[in-house]
């Protein structure tokens, strides 16, 4: 049985949604029957001007390309028909063009439909009004074509019951590669914090410099330091370096774009913390893959946010309000680990050992029963 994995953005894109879509068809190749394939736009929406090869293959996966056009937030692309052509059953990522021009042409295509949602649309609060509108009308109505949609984490599964319901909506939290990065953490506590992501307006990262100048400022003798680190989105290093200026603290960050998998795992290794500020998030993996190498999560006060450090037990919400507050907390969270005893190695290893109930396989294996009950049906 051939799936075609339909995704806007894929490798090289680096992301929540292309690592997602990543592990899942890499486990579908080498665990399953099903033949998985992935069906994305020519170029990364950050490099527009460098179209990549249409067809290629990825760890063994067939990726096919299209062109678009019109805009990064609704790329229009009506050539998806002629690639699904093939497939058994598609899978489509992301709320979007593609989820909503497959389900109009089901009746020309005619291939049994499941959707992820990765946090629908509401990323930003970029015309929030449209965007509830089009939910509750366009969305509402697309959904209907879906034989599943399945929500990648409890807040989207919220979020979408106002316009589906069960058994069509079910929830599947996102897995994680807690390979990646497994145990890559620094050895002894330090004021180190890293960020590793995107490199977007969404994610908080001049909010989290704000708290780290404050950090500076009330432990002036504690050397405070962040790594930045990822792919330029919305943000770039230059605008990173300008804040940082302003702010006083250049010679306390350090900024990497672009880096391999393998660089992340050596600029982890400097740091003890893994901060993210992010505005809204429909799971979060960045703080998961923290916590696999052994990383203290310090997130902001968002519903998925608070529900990792709820469930797990590990890491900090910074609910105070304000650089100043939260730099606070964070002083007082590295202040009681440095007067325990093992200066928070036991933490470390707890963090590790909470990231491994989001291990892949077994999220994966709940979408293949999904699949297989869909074609059943």
């Known amino acids: 049985m051939k799936v075609a994995h339909v995704v806007r953005q ?15 068809v ?25 179209a990549l090869p249409h067809q290629e293959t990825l760890d ?14 609704y790329p229009w692309c009506p050539q998806v028909l002629a690639a699904i052509r093939d497939a058994d059953l598609v899978h489509v990522h992301g709320i979007d063009f593609f989820f909503d021009y497959l389900a109009l042409t089901r009746p020309l295509h005619g291939k049994p439909l499941l959707a992820s949602t990765h946090g ?21 109505l697309s959904a209907l074509a879906y034989q599943r949609i399945i929500a990648t984490s409890e807040n989207d ?11 069509r909506l079910l929830t599947i939290e996102n897995g994680v590669d807690i390979q990646k ?52 989105y919305d943000i770039d290093a230059q605008a990173i370096n300008a804040h940082a200026h302003r702010l006083g603290i250049q010679q306390r960050i350090s900024i990497f774009p672009g880096p391999t998998n393998a660089d992340l795992r050596a600029l982890v290794a400097q740091a003890s913390y893994f901060i993210c500020l992010s505005r809204h998030e429909g799971f979060g993996i960045a703080p998961i893959e923290a916590m696999s190498a052994g990383l203290i999560p310090v997130l902001s006060a968002i519903p998925p946010f608070k529900r990792l450090v709820d469930s797990t037990g590990i890491g900090l919400v910074l609910d105070a309000t304000g650089p100043s507050a939260q730099a606070q907390q964070i002083a007082e969270l590295h202040t009681r680990k440095m007067q325990l ?12 050992d909470a990231a491994g109930v989001y291990s892949w396989k077994g999220v994966a294996a709940r979408y293949t029963q999904q699949y297989d009950h869909v074609i059943r049906t």
């Open 341 to 352: 005893p093992a200066h928070g190695v036991n933490e470390r290893a707890a963090a590790r």
């Open 181 to 232: 990065f497994d145990d890559a953490a620094s050895q002894t506590l330090n004021p180190t914090l890293i960020y590793f992501g995107r490199w977007s307006v969404n994610k908080g990262i001049l909010e989290a410099l704000d708290v780290l100048a404050a950090l500076s400022t009330q432990q002036p003798n504690t050397p405070w330091k962040m790594i930045i680190a990822g792919r330029e």
């Open 157 to 167: 599964g919220d979020i979408f019951s106002n316009i589906t319901s069960a058994p």
């Open 26 to 50: 890499q486990y579908q190749h080498t665990e399953t029957d099903y033949k998985p394939y992935v069906v994305t736009l020519d170029r990364v929406f950050r490099e527009p001007n460098q």
């Open 120 to 140: 629908g649309f509401f990323h930003t609060a970029f015309a929030q009004r449209l965007k509830k509108c089009y939910f509750h009308s366009i969305t509402r």
């Open 10 to 24: 894929y490798l090289p894109s680096i992301g929540g949604m292309e690592e997602v879509v990543r592990n899942l």
């Open 60 to 73: 063994g996966i067939s990726v096919h390309r299209l062109s678009y056009s019109g805009s990064e937030r």
